[in-house]
């Protein structure tokens, strides 16, 4: 294929995964603004905060995908652009086999886990012991369900290394409409109901984009487990094990506010701080989607070396991203007590101290996210790996100390605290690597000009 028709594909489909990903994230946040508080008046505020924290907790358990969906997401897209097909479906095999062992192992921590006292503690609910028999059931319920989609998760990574994420989210959107059909059908009293009716849409949309991809459009990619080998394993491992520090990382600031608010103030509380703070994260997930797709565009444009192509999608995905996350802060700030009363009388409202801090807290994330994506796509996941655990290090000491004194704001404290120490590091490596390409291509544009005259 032609440098040209390259970067026309490259451009295109970023954009469509960028349309499909918005799609899904505004569809995402419509059927939670529904669901919140059909789960509040349902189950309560206190069960539906267990079931805050107890998919916190798994979140943790897993820790996203251990890097090794980023790491096939590099190896993949690097070895399709150098035309390796064979290589594409021993690395694929071996991702399946990667999380089906982690699955494993995340059952057999479950299965401890609910026969210790610690997850009660956890939970919060050490001062309702009515709530322990039904909170444990739907801990390990959520448990083998969090798990098989785990699996299952692998299909997304594959379709997002070949650039076209943009069907992976198309089956999201069709997982999040059925799960709201289902809420709304059978407004259940029952955890476990309720984590059923959360989680079985996705695994059904998975098993269908899987069905897809690999039964029709790309029958030639289908997984070849008997190419499983050290190599691959290597290939995914270099970029996987760097990454998986920097998930365990994102993975401590994305959800440990809610299981330190619950341990130190109470479930009740846990809403409080939840609802806000996944309104900010809708939004930045929105704010993230144009910029999420530009991490394989990387990978091919590093190959190719189109520097001119990375430093423009780099401007191009700060302006994008920053512009609708200003937006989206702006206007949370000065709404947030009528959205939050008109979403469910029963939730509380948080002070206006916490919200500010929090707008402050997602505009640092949202500029940090195009650092990593920058950095990741072109190889350079050593500089999370370190970078990333010093961030979630500052947010757990933060919110921990300042929790007695301020409340539910010092999470966006923390939050603060923490994508400043981030940015020190990924934001100076990656200005650095941008002026040392942009004086190289400079001088072999001089190079070629030279030669020609």
């Known amino acids: 294929m032609q440098a040209g028709a390259r970067v026309e594909r490259r451009d295109r489909r970023a ?3 960028t349309a499909a990903g918005i799609t899904y994230r505004v569809l995402d946040a419509c059927s939670k603004l529904v669901t919140i508080p059909i789960a509040a008046r349902y189950l309560g505020v206190e ?8 998919n916190s907790l798994l979140s943790l358990l897993m820790v996203s995908d251990f890097g090794i969906g980023s790491g096939l ?13 064979g290589e594409v479906r021993a ?31 956890w939970l919060g609910i050490e001062s309702a012991p009515h709530l322990i028999p039904s909170a444990k059931q739907c801990f390990f319920l959520l448990g083998i369900l969090v798990s098989s989609a785990a699996v299952l998760n692998v299909i997304n990574f594959f379709a997002l290394a070949l650039q076209e994420g943009y069907l992976e989210y198309i089956a999201q959107i069709a997982a999040s409409v059925s799960s709201l059909v289902l809420i709304l059908l059978f407004r259940t009293h029952s955890l476990s109901v309720f984590a059923l009716m959360t989680s079985l849409p996705i695994i059904a949309a998975y098993i269908a984009l899987s069905i897809g991809l690999f039964g029709f459009r790309y029958r030639s990619l289908i997984p070849w487990f008997g190419g499983i080998s050290r190599r691959c394993i290597g290939l995914i491992w270099k970029d996987s094990s760097r990454l ?26 846990v809403p409080e701080v939840s609802v806000s703070l996944q309104t900010m994260m809708i939004c930045s997930f929105v704010s993230c989607m144009f910029l999420l797709p530009l991490w394989p565009a990387y990978v091919e444009a590093k190959v190719l070396q189109d520097w001119t192509w990375i430093r423009r999608a780099f401007r191009t995905g700060v302006l994008r991203s920053m512009g609708v996350i200003l937006l989206a802060t702006t206007v949370y700030a000065l709404i947030y007590r009528t959205f939050i009363h008109t ?16 707008d402050v807290w997602f505009l640092l994330y949202v500029w940090n996210k195009n650092f990593m994506v920058f950095l990741n796509g072109l190889g350079y996941t050593r500089v999370r790996a370190w970078a990333a655990p010093l961030s979630a ?20 404290l923390g939050g603060i605290a923490s994508a400043l120490s981030e940015a020190a590091v990924t934001n100076t490596w990656s200005f650095v690597l941008l002026f040392s390409n942009s004086r190289k291509t400079a001088t072999g544009i001089e190079v070629a000009s030279a030669a020609q005259r």
């Open 15 to 17: 954009l469509m995964t």
């Open 47 to 54: 069960q539906y905060g267990i079931w805050l924290t107890a």
């Open 73 to 85: 997401l590099n190896a993949v897209g690097a070895a399709r652009t150098q035309g390796d097909d």
């Open 91 to 121: 690395l694929t095999a071996t991702a399946y086999a990667a999380f089906g062992i982690l699955a494993v192992l995340l059952l057999i921590g479950v299965s401890i886990l609910c026969r210790t006292s610690l997850l009660v503690h």
């Open 244 to 269: 998986l520090m920097a998930q365990i990382a994102d993975t401590l600031i994305s959800f440990t506010s809610n299981i330190l608010v619950a341990s130190q103030l109470g479930a009740v509380h």
């Open 343 to 358: 979403w469910s009388a029963q939730l509380p409202i948080p002070p206006l101290s916490f919200v500010i801090y929090l």
């Open 393 to 412: 290090i500052v947010f757990v000491i933060s919110v921990r100390a300042l929790l007695p004194r301020f409340g539910v704001t010092a999470v966006g």
